[in-house]
């Protein structure tokens, strides 16, 4: 089986700082892929960042990374440089090889002040 | 490019009427496709997913059910609809089932069930 934790419910950040998003996972594929999405509250899903499990470097897209270590199972979200459009829910998702649907976290509802 | 759009994006229905929410993707072909559900405050629920036309996988044991009447168009439904079926539902599609396919989402449908 496969799981997603998000152990961060809330995340409050100022703007232009950068902000880190927790994400574990555990799954028995040898080989799956990671990916980030943002949910504003007009409640579309908004893909941001994928990282494969064979991926020899951390996935960047533009002011988002994502911090993945393999041994720990995790795959962090950094923000940079955050903007008040950045405030949304946030959620992590993995998606093996074996199976056909993407499971998500319970995401992370970040805030960012001015 | 490709694009994805469902519909109605709210409604409002009392207990007992049934229920259409309609789902089509433009740009590609025999793209999989899935129904999400997400309750509030909580993160997504796989419902339905499709690999082809006539090809439909549930999930979990519920009161909806989904259809695929052509190659990009994806419909959720029900006959009765029950006050636990209210949430957010969202269509998505992805190229295939490969682990690295991004998964895209609709802009969702907020269904309110009186």
């Known amino acids: 089986a496969q799981k997603i934790t998000q152990t961060q419910p809330g995340m409050f950040v100022q703007e232009k700082e950068a902000v880190t998003l927790d994400c574990t996972y555990d799954?028995?594929?040898?080989?799956?892929?990671l990916f980030w999405y943002k949910q504003p509250s007009s409640g579309e899903m908004i893909f941001l960042i994928y990282?494969?499990?064979?991926?020899?470097q951390n996935a960047t897209e533009g002011r988002y990374s994502l911090n993945f270590q393999k041994a720990r199972k995790s795959a962090n979200l950094v923000i940079s440089a955050s903007q008040l459009g950045d405030s949304a829910m946030y959620f992590c998702?993995?998606?093996?090889?074996?199976?056909?649907?993407?499971?998500f976290g319970t995401g992370t509802r970040l805030l960012v002040s001015p | 490019s490709q694009t994805i759009h469902q519909w109605p994006a709210t409604l409002v229905q009392p207990v007992g009427s049934p229920l259409s929410l309609e789902c089509t993707v433009e740009?590609?072909?025999?793209?999989?496709l899935y129904w999400y559900r997400q309750a509030a405050g909580r993160g997504l629920q796989l419902l339905f997913y499709?690999?082809?036309?006539?090809?439909i996988s549930s999930e979990v044991p519920q009161n909806l059910s989904a259809s695929r009447p052509q190659d990009r168009q994806f419909i959720l439904s029900s006959k009765k609809l029950l006050l636990s079926d209210s949430g957010f539902y969202l269509c998505?599609?992805?190229?295939?089932?490969?682990?690295?396919?991004?998964?895209?989402f609709g802009e969702g449908s907020w269904l309110t069930v009186v």
């Open positions: 998505a599609w992805s190229q295939d089932a490969q682990a690295g396919n991004t998964i895209y």
């Open positions: 799954t028995s594929d040898p080989s799956y892929g």
């Open positions: 990282q494969g499990s064979y991926d020899q």
């Open positions: 998702a993995m998606r093996g090889w074996s199976f056909q649907k993407l499971v």
């Open positions: 740009g590609t072909s025999n793209p999989n």
């Open positions: 499709s690999v082809g036309i006539g090809q």
